[in-house]
């Protein structure tokens, strides 16, 4: 049974669904201006240097942390280099209590609302002031205060998860929503095709965000899908659906608007194609070399969102070189310094290692626990910073 009635035809009629080609909403130009009978979002001058700012201390932490990979003191960092304006501008369109469910590619939306740079370090080192206690890997971030659930490394959980958890908001009718984020090659897995057929059945107040920035890893988009692209799988699901220029700061920031009354004044999910391009590696363990040239990176260089959204900023009198200068000095200044202080701050106590799961710790993991201390007493030098921290709460 389908839940609509379907014309009724007399031979056979077959459609591969070229009808369902879907264009890219676009408002500003490289150049900063407008394009011809574009109109800009209403976006006031304090709200768009947020929005630029954010962007800006992204790309300044991203550059220093994989220097800071590369020289042995982390082991492991992504980048959101050449997609701060699919993350920001969506982020900023949203209420401040709005969920959000992150891949691990949007430290953006934490920047801008209000994650300090002291915050993003001790999560990155896991130090004792990390709020995950040292427990996941770097650039997996959460905020209770800031509704941004705690990214897991497991691909695409989390949009099932955004699901459900709209579901509940829609039962609380708090004028609430939940977006989540996740790249292409994401939504090739099952649990995005279950997690729109949820939200649409349900009609849950939901924006499942797509960063279509060309490769999972490195298998690119060509080698993923035939269709044209993601967008079109919400007809499947009876789904609103737009694709939008994910380098244009407006375009991002007016979809996720639109997007957003749809979710909570009449409980429509909603799919956004973010079209982007991932300018860095996939990760600090990835080389890009090895499956595309630099001379494609060279051309979306030259589509940088961040000197877009700053082009636009000057041209309205909003921005200039010398804030610009300022800014990129303060921020260097400040994340480098954090960073040494993070670094220095000893780790999480050990006895968090057996903490949050149980009431009680049980016998038998009690007796692990007191093994593995006389094991770590038995070798300081293999275990510096685990010895010195317990020698300093005895």
């Known amino acids: 049974m389908t839940t609509t009635k379907s014309k009724v035809v007399y031979s056979p009629v077959f459609t591969d669904g070229a009808e369902f080609r879907i264009p890219t909403f676009k408002l500003l130009k490289q150049d900063g201006k407008l394009y011809k009978s574009a109109k800009a979002p209403d976006l006031d001058k304090d709200k768009a240097l947020r929005i630029y700012r954010a962007m800006v201390t992204t790309r300044i932490l991203d550059e220093r942390m994989l220097a800071a990979q590369r020289q042995g003191r982390l082991s492991f960092y992504m980048q959101c280099t050449g997609e701060e304006a699919a993350v920001i501008g969506s982020a900023a369109a949203l209420d401040d209590g709005d969920m959000i469910m992150a891949q691990y590619r949007e430290q953006g939306a934490l920047a801008y609302r209000g994650f300090t740079i002291d915050e993003f370090m001790n999560q990155l080192f896991g130090n004792e002031m990390d709020y995950g206690k040292g427990r996941q890997m770097p650039v997996h971030y959460g905020s209770k205060k800031l509704n941004y659930m705690t990214i897991s490394s497991p691909l695409a959980t989390q949009i099932p998860q955004a699901a459900g958890y709209a579901y509940g908001q829609k039962l609380r009718g708090e004028g609430l929503c939940t977006i989540t984020y996740f790249g292409e090659g994401a939504a090739s897995e099952g649990d995005f095709h279950a997690a729109l057929n949820m939200a649409a059945v349900h009609r849950v107040p939901v924006i499942f965000l797509c960063r279509n920035n060309g490769y999972a890893i ?120 954090t960073m040494k202080r993070a670094q220095k701050r000893p780790p999480p106590p050990l006895e968090s290692l057996v903490s949050d799961v149980y009431d009680e710790v049980p016998p038998a993991l009690a007796e692990q626990f007191e093994k593995l201390k006389a094991h770590i007493g038995r070798h300081p030098d293999e275990y510096p910073k685990s010895a010195e921290h317990a020698k300093g709460g005895a």
């Not at 639109?258 to 080389?287: F, Q, T």
């Not at 959204?309 to 400040?334: A, T």
């Open 218 to 337: 490195s298998t690119p988009a060509a080698e993923q899908f035939a269709a044209d692209g993601v967008a079109p799988r919400a007809y499947g699901y009876k789904m609103d659906v737009i694709r939008v220029d994910g380098n244009d700061i407006l375009a991002m920031y007016q979809a996720t608007q639109e997007a957003r009354k749809l979710a909570v004044e009449h409980n429509r999910p909603v799919l956004i194609e973010a079209m982007s391009y991932r300018l860095a590696a996939h990760s600090s363990s990835d080389d890009p070399s090895g499956y595309r040239s630099k001379d494609e990176e060279a051309v979306w260089r030259e589509k940088d969102p961040i000197l877009r959204m700053r082009l636009w900023l000057e041209s309205k009198k909003w921005w200039s070189e010398d804030d610009e200068k300022q800014l990129q000095e303060n921020m260097r200044r400040e994340v480098l310094e």
